[in-house]
């Protein structure tokens, strides 16, 4: 008899939640279309395990603006590139500011980082002085070098694995992570990534990756607040452990890096720089202290590494399932290269072709599938419909790009859509065109764009030029696996391993 009340106590819950969230005022005006909400938890059943891909088909039914209801949040997701710019340029300033989220709250030091900050003086202050201090022509020409330094390591290291098949993500992420900590700490962190590796490389991209697949969960607290303190799918708990790693290890960069342990800082590292703006008062902003240089760091090394690592690695696994673009490409870097020196980032913009192919990997492999999450600060109109203050804007980067109504054939890798002659031969990734828009648009667009294009197209162009390409235990190219894991960006569900088999003279590698 006593089991009764206790059985009782969720449904009365859960039928006065209902009833409460059916009293809820209905907005007046006229919303954009979409599906029909569940009781309570309105559409997120609706998400399913790839959110990306259950918005797309959604949109093919209800339309390019559709409006959902996530628990008691109104959401509206832009699915094409009118409906994006609509949102993104014409509205941009009324969707510069985050929503409030368990990643900003758990992830990023209570939204003290520059990615999840509400759009305001301090965001100002942090993009801009990543803006000037390392994103700038003149900064990253300064650090051209390095990038090409560490490239050059990673050809070193694919010619020392001989016959042993290779995981190209690991390797390419210990790239591109030291490529980064020389500019941001004036070292690197990890070693080469070689036949053994690296430990605590391997363990950094197990905490980006994880990092990214809990950023990219749809957390019912975040929606259903009355369910927030019970955590029902761990998610929360599980930021907290990984905030304690990740801040255990930026900790450990700051602290060496004030006390010199590694030699007298380097007055060129964006981290110096960041330390003497510490006790500094900004005009914009007033002082960072070293919670916001950690978040910072936080953002810089996880925005700035795995989404160029699994960018290179998607274009690698569709070259290698299209062996004639490969010979193409190579083609063109023996010509305008030559096969006596390692490609270099004065010699990308005369490469069409491999630029064409760096675009196509963008299109149908964004890095983030589906936009960081945007608030509405006011109500407006958008196509006609009425869209509320406090909205949630997400944009399908993913679905734009393959827009049947704008792409011919958009599940083909086709790089030849970029080339004169081609259907968008002017279409650019950097904002400016919204059929691809891999960076995002607007305020909030990557801060980072310039260094995440020139590192993209650098690994491409080198990995096409060193190298030719087998998959390891002899796995037929047309059999390769390219289903997607979904998560803030989109990893390959399966590792790409590979044997790398030089193509050009030892000499031209450099020493081991």
């Known amino acids: 008899m006593t089991i009764l009340p206790l059985l009782l106590y969720p449904s009365l819950t859960a039928l006065l939640l209902y009833v409460l969230l059916n009293l809820r005022p209905r907005h007046p005006n006229r919303l954009p279309p979409g599906p029909s909400p569940w009781p309570i938890v309105g559409n997120l059943p609706h ?198 790693r990740f801040d255990s290890f930026l900790h450990g960069i700051l602290e060496e890096h004030k006390s010199g342990k590694f030699g007298a800082p380097s007055h060129g590292d964006l981290l110096s720089t960041l330390i003497s703006l510490k006790d500094d008062a900004d005009g914009e902003g007033g002082k960072l202290s070293d919670v916001e240089i950690k978040a910072l760091l936080l953002n810089l090394f996880v925005a700035g590494t795995d989404t160029s690592s699994s960018t290179v690695e998607w274009a690698i696994a569709e ?17 305008v290269v030559g096969r006596d020196r390692l490609v270099t980032e004065l010699d990308l ?48 980067v993913w679905a734009i790009a393959r827009d049947p109504n704008v792409w011919a054939d958009p599940l083909e890798f086709r790089p030849m859509r970029f080339l004169p002659g081609g259907e968008k031969p002017n279409v650019d990734v950097q904002g400016n065109n919204f059929e691809v828009i891999p960076f995002g648009a607007g305020r909030r667009i990557c801060v980072g764009i310039s260094l995440g294009l020139r590192m993209v197209q650098l690994l491409v162009a080198t990995l096409v030029q060193t190298f030719d390409w087998e998959l390891a235990n002899g796995l037929n190219p047309e059999k390769l696996n390219m289903d997607e894991a979904f998560g803030l960006t989109l990893q390959k569900a399966e590792p790409l391993m590979v044997h790398p088999m030089p193509r050009l003279a030892p000499h031209v590698y450099g020493s081991h």
């Not at 969960?217 to 998610?235: R, S, V, Y």
């Not at 070259?319 to 010509?335: G, T």
């Open 349 to 396: 913009n005369e490469l069409n072709f491999l630029q064409a192919i760096v675009k196509e990997t963008f299109r149908l492999h964004p890095s983030t599938p589906l936009s960081l999450p945007r608030i509405a600060s006011e109500s407006c109109e958008v196509d006609g419909y009425y869209i509320p203050k406090g909205s949630t804007l997400l944009v399908n």
């Open 47 to 244: 998400l399913g395990a790839s959110p990306h891909q259950s918005l797309a088909t959604l949109a093919a039914k209800y339309g390019p603006l559709m409006y959902l209801r996530l628990g008691f949040v109104d959401v509206v997701v832009a699915a094409s590139a009118s409906v994006a710019a609509q949102f993104l340029k014409v509205h941009d300033l009324n969707f510069a500011s985050r929503p409030l989220s368990s990643g900003g709250k758990y992830i990023a030091y209570n939204y003290q980082d520059m990615v999840f900050a509400p759009y305001g003086p301090r965001w100002r202050m942090l993009r801009k002085i990543c803006s000037v201090h390392m994103f700038s022509a003149k900064a990253m020409d300064g650090f051209r070098h390095v990038r090409q330094e560490e490239v050059a390591i990673l050809t070193r290291t694919l010619v020392s694995a001989g016959k042993s098949p290779v995981k190209l993500g690991q390797i390419l992420n210990v790239c591109t992570t030291n490529a980064l900590a020389r500019v941001v700490l004036g070292r690197r962190v990890f070693a080469d990534g070689s036949a053994g590796g690296d430990p605590k490389a391997d363990e950094f991209k197990d905490m980006v990756v994880e990092l990214m697949v809990l950023a990219g969960e749809f957390h019912i607290g975040d929606f259903i607040p009355a369910l927030d303190w019970l955590d029902l799918q761990g998610i929360k708990n599980k930021m907290k452990k990984l905030h304690a």
């Open 319 to 335: 070259l290698i399932r299209h062996p004639k673009l490969l010979k193409q490409a190579q083609k063109e870097m023996d010509n």
